[in-house]
Nanobody
């Protein structure tokens, strides 16, 4: 049974940093994608960052380039280091897994499994 469990959210002032973690278990795929999505108040859920497991290729939304870094360790844990946080980064952050390595890395529908989410609140 695949499980994704996020942690690390919280409240921080603008300009601060947070590190989100996603503990993944229950699958043996060697080539897959992990992504962080976020849903801000009144907005659609959007992709923030994606990493290809085993290769390390990363992709970022334009709004977070240069500020956020996605990474993964050998234990299938995926991280999102968030620096220089802005008010507009506020939202619920979700970890997601695409075990079939589909073409559309930016689409929610490509991701089979989701975590429960962790809240990030940035005060200005």
């Amino acid at each position: 049974q695949v499980q994704l469990v996020e942690s690390g959210g919280g409240s921080v002032q603008a300009g601060g940093s947070l590190r989100l973690s996603c503990a993944a278990s229950g699958f043996t795929a060697r080539r897959y994608r992990m992504a962080w999505f976020r849903q801000s108040p009144g907005k659609e859920r959007e992709v923030v960052a994606v990493i290809v497991a085993g290769v390390g290729t990363t992709v970022y939304a334009d709004s977070v380039k240069g500020r956020f870094t996605i990474s993964q360790d050998n234990a299938k844990n995926t991280y999102l280091q968030m620096n220089s946080l802005k008010f507009e980064d506020t939202g619920m952050y979700y970890c997601a897994a695409d075990l079939a390595y589909r073409d559309y890395w930016f689409a929610q529908a490509s991701y089979d499994y989701w975590g429960q989410g962790t809240q990030v609140t940035v005060s200005s």
